[in-house]
C-alpha cells in the first residue's frame, strides 16, 4: 500500500524548497493571473506576518514580485527560483543556461517540487478567478 501526502504538508516539511522559495514562485504566478484571493493570503504568508509563516522576504520585494517588477535576491537559491517562476509565466520556455544554473543550484528535487507548484497554483488561481473570489473573503455559511 502506497501512502499518500496532502501536499500541503509536503511542501510544508519533505520539499526541497524553502518556505521563501516557495512563496517567490507563488507571488510570481499570482501575480501574473492576478488572482486577488490568493494574492492576498500569500502577501501575508510572503512577508511572514500571517502568523505561520517564517518566509520574511521583505515587503518591498514582495510588492516587486507581485507586480511584476524586475527584483533581486541575495540569496542564490531565491533568485533561481524568482528566474524560472518569471521564465515559465513569461515565455514559458526556460533557456539550457538557466534550467542548468537551477539545477546547480537547487538540485533535481527541488526544480521538480518548482514546476509542480506553480502547475498546483495555476489551478487554484484559475478556480477562484472563475469564481471572481475577491481578496480577504470569507468562507461559505452553511
Avoid at 92 to 100: A, E
Avoid at 105 to 131: C, K, P, Q, R
Wanted: proline share 4%.
Amino acid at each position: 500500500m502506497k501512502l499518500m501526502i496532502p501536499m500541503g504538508v509536503y511542501y510544508r516539511s519533505g520539499s526541497g524548497l524553502s518556505e521563501a522559495e516557495r512563496e517567490i514562485a507563488v507571488l510570481v504566478l499570482l501575480g501574473k493571473w492576478g488572482a486577488a484571493f490568493p494574492l492576498s493570503e500569500h502577501e501575508w504568508i510572503a512577508e511572514g506576518t500571517s502568523g505561520y509563516s517564517k518566509a520574511g522576504i521583505p515587503a518591498e520585494q514582495v510588492e516587486r514580485v507581485i507586480s511584476g517588477l524586475p527584483v533581486s535576491f541575495e540569496d542564490n537559491r531565491q533568485q533561481v527560483v524568482y528566474e524560472i517562476a518569471s521564465t515559465l509565466v513569461n515565455s514559458r520556455y526556460v533557456p539550457k543556461g538557466l534550467y542548468d544554473r537551477a539545477l546547480k543550484e537547487l538540485g533535481t528535487n527541488a526544480i521538480s517540487d518548482l514546476a509542480v507548484i506553480m502547475g498546483y497554483f495555476t489551478m487554484v488561481a484559475f478556480t477562484l478567478m472563475f469564481h471572481d473570489v475577491p481578496s480577504f473573503a470569507e468562507g461559505l455559511k452553511r
